[in-house]
């Protein structure tokens, strides 16, 4: 099994910056795909960014040109950068990971973009 904790949320004002970091733990050599997802107050829970074991990545039209997803495979964990933060990016963000025969969610970190 893995386990993902994710961290760095917190409040920002438009325009500004943030990191997310989501560190796995378990069986993490099975993971072949992770990413980060975020759900706004009402709305469905939306892929933002995602990285393959390979470091393939691919992003939501709404964040490209803002925001990085990275990796530290020694460190076991995946970044966001998001930068030019908007009041729309206001969600909880989610950490994922999958494997071939399992989906892990974290439990997630609000960022709230508010001047």
């Known amino acids: 099994q893995v386990q993902l904790v994710e961290s760095g949320g917190g409040l920002v004002q438009p325009g500004g910056s943030l990191t997310l970091s989501c560190t796995a733990s378990?069986?993490?050599?099975?993971?072949?795909?992770m990413g980060w997802y975020r759900q706004a107050p009402g709305k469905q829970r939306d892929v933002v960014a995602t990285?393959?074991?390979?470091?393939?990545?691919n992003y939501a039209d709404s964040v490209k040109g803002r925001f990085t997803i990275s990796r530290d495979s020694a460190k076991n964990t995946i970044y966001l950068q998001m930068n030019s933060l908007k009041p729309d990016d206001t969600a909880v963000y989610y950490c994922n990971g999958k494997t071939v025969v399992a989906t892990t969610w974290g439990k997630g970190t609000l960022v709230t973009v508010s001047s």
């Open positions: 378990g069986s993490i050599s099975t993971l072949y795909l």
């Open positions: 990285i393959t074991s390979g470091g393939r990545t």
